[in-house]
């Protein structure tokens, strides 16, 4: 799944976040843009909903933690996992099925007041999301 829209904001940051979902499709529903904005991702995790980037979302049959087997397709992946490496050596701390890169989104930006931990991670009975890392400038 990968969807666009157009603006000058936030332009060079993207926003790395991981999780476990069922399914393909469950992924996609969480982080379907209404009207350009994916609400309920930024709603869930008590971020304000604005959004002017593109989201990408793969999910995997097999759970890893290994940052080259989870972004290696992904636009600009190679500096998603150079990043990556350089923090977590390689390896994040939890095995997901689903990696998901939000491009031109500066997450600390979006801060609504709630605890950081609340808008860092959402665990709830049929998903786990939660925030990786920020890559900037990311091209």
Request: charge should be neutral.
């Amino acid at each position: 799944m990968e969807k666009t829209t157009h603006s000058q904001n936030e332009q060079g940051m993207l926003e790395v976040f991981a999780g476990n979902f069922p399914s393909q499709e469950a992924a996609e529903e969480f982080m379907a843009l209404e009207d350009g904005i994916p609400r309920r991702f930024l709603r869930e995790l008590y971020l304000r909903e604005e959004f002017t980037g593109s989201i990408k979302v793969v999910y995997f049959d097999k759970k890893s933690n290994k940052a080259e087997e989870l972004f290696a397709g992904f636009p600009y992946g190679d500096r998603i996992i150079q990043v990556l490496r350089d923090k977590f050596a390689d390896k994040l701390k939890r095995r997901v099925n689903t990696a998901i890169v939000l491009y031109d989104f500066n997450w600390g930006y979006h801060f609504t007041g709630r605890p950081v931990s609340v808008m860092r991670e959402k665990k709830a009975q049929d998903y786990h999301i939660f925030y990786v890392e920020s890559v900037y400038p990311y091209h």
